[in-house]
């Protein structure tokens, strides 16, 4: 069945009130929905590990964050080539392939952990297929990119990555109590039994790839040739942009995968069951970040969520150097749910900037063909989306290995998150200088921080 949409024109308002928004609405309803499991897949391990030695593994904590981290480490790798998918086999096509690809991580998941004297190994390799999930969200921001005019992309790009995000919360929400009974014979207690975390997803993914097989479409303007896409690495707000995503959505991904960990080692008596919370607040405030950057510009509003960050990172310190004090847990989770929220708002508004950026770079370049400039603006911000997706989601495998460096070398890992700091002051100072502060450049346009970027 084929589904190709020929004629696509968002940016013309009365396409856009006719057709194209209802299109652009359904498309985005399930892209959504293939995305959500996408993250669940992918950061099922943080609570998966952090239970094994409970189910009768015997693990160091240096392999339970590797276990963490490693999934990010794949998902990360795997946005390059997902990225550049949707150009070649259409945003539909392509969502289909890519929930169906999800069923290799959780057959894996309920296979591995059904033994506790499975090689570590094994269960390193089974935790680097839940990479696959990770892949998943560059292909849909870039797909999604096309369905949207650029006036309007801010909200839905940020709802999508949100439904992806909120994954996240969730699994870590209904995993540990998914696993205290038996799937098969009905049995409570005496678990966990982890390859429920696994084969709970079995339907949801087939449902997923079946929607949007049926319900999906490819838009012919997102085809483009590889060598078209790849330009973009050659320009230097792509590079810029990706640090700045790795501040906002590695940060996200990565605190994410540590949490559980990081709860069990510091405050056990708290147990797992609050580690779904930093998530769930990081995910519902994405969006808020692109209403915000619609509003207010997302570099202002980036910049503003890097101040936060530093702030918030401080107080996770103060709270772990005094750890046995009775209000140090509650403050501790305060300032996480802080940190959290802050990559969420973050997240929304440089994926809003992004657009801004490379249309007026292509307006710029192509003055005289005002159409040609939207289209390239438009193919190299899907490009872009991908490439800076990719890049900032190796902080969900940096952060889990920095605490996990940090607690090997000094016992705890407050010397990880002073790293942590110095890095956003670094995003933050970039921020400021490339996209915030007003200067003319001589016989150029005003650089892209005044256009509202």
């Known amino acids: ?5 020929t004629d696509w024109r968002p940016d013309d308002e009365t396409f856009w009130r006719e057709r194209g928004s209802a299109i652009a609405r359904r498309n985005l309803t399930f892209s959504i929905f293939a995305e959500f499991l996408g993250f669940s897949v992918w950061l099922v391990w943080s609570i998966v590990a952090a239970n094994l030695n409970d189910a009768g593994f015997d693990l160091t904590v240096s392999q339970l964050f590797w276990l963490v981290s490693v999934p990010a480490l794949v998902g990360a790798t795997l946005r390059f080539p997902y990225t550049f998918a949707v150009a070649r086999f259409g945003g539909r096509n ?10 290799i991580p959780v057959v894996l998941l309920a296979v591995m952990v059904s033994d506790p004297q499975t090689p570590y190994g094994l269960l390193l390799v089974a935790a680097a297929t839940a990479g696959f999930g990770g892949g998943n ?24 990555a949100a439904g992806g995000n909120i994954g996240v919360a969730v699994v870590q929400a209904f995993v540990p109590l998914v696993i205290t009974v038996a799937i098969v014979g009905g049995q409570v207690g005496g678990g966990p039994f982890l390859a429920n975390a696994g084969l709970i997803f079995i339907p949801l993914i087939v449902l997923a790839a079946a929607c949007a097989f049926f319900f999906m479409d490819n838009l012919r303007v997102s085809r483009s040739e590889f060598r078209e896409q790849l330009r973009v690495v050659r320009n230097g707000h792509t590079w810029l942009m990706s640090v700045l995503y790795i501040g906002t959505f590695g940060s996200f991904i990565g605190y994410s995968g540590a949490l559980p960990i990081l709860l069990s080692l510091n405050f056990p008596d708290a147990g797992l069951k609050l580690a779904f919370l930093g998530a769930l607040v990081g995910s519902l405030a994405r969006p808020i970040g692109g209403l915000l950057s619609d509003r207010f510009g997302g570099a202002r ?31 501790f989770l305060g300032m996480f749910m802080v940190l959290f929220m802050a990559t969420g708002i973050g997240n929304g508004s440089t994926f809003r900037m992004i657009p ?29 989306l991908g490439v800076s997706s990719a890049i900032g989601a190796y902080g969900g495998f940096l952060i889990p290995q920095g605490f996990s460096l940090s607690r090997t070398a000094t016992g705890g890992p407050q010397a990880a998150l002073y790293v942590f700091i110095g890095f956003y002051l670094i995003c933050a100072a970039i921020t400021w200088w490339c996209y915030v502060r007003q200067r003319e450049v001589a016989g150029r346009r005003p650089v892209l921080g005044e256009a509202r970027a």
């Open 1 to 5: 069945m084929s589904r190709w949409i």
């Open 356 to 384: 801004v950026i490379f249309r007026a770079q292509a307006l710029d370049r192509n003055r005289g063909d005002r159409e040609q400039a939207i289209r390239i603006g438009k193919r190299e911000t899907a490009a872009v």
């Open 137 to 160: 969200f560059a292909s849909s921001m870039a797909n999604i990119s096309y369905f949207y005019p650029d006036a309007r992309k801010g909200f839905p790009l940020g709802l999508n």
């Open 94 to 103: 392509w969502t289909v392939v890519s929930a169906l690809l999800l069923l």
């Open 301 to 331: 509003v980036t910049l503003g969520n890097f101040g936060v960050m530093i702030v918030a990172a401080l107080g996770v310190i103060f709270c772990l150097q005094n750890k046995a004090e009775p209000w140090a847990f509650t403050a």
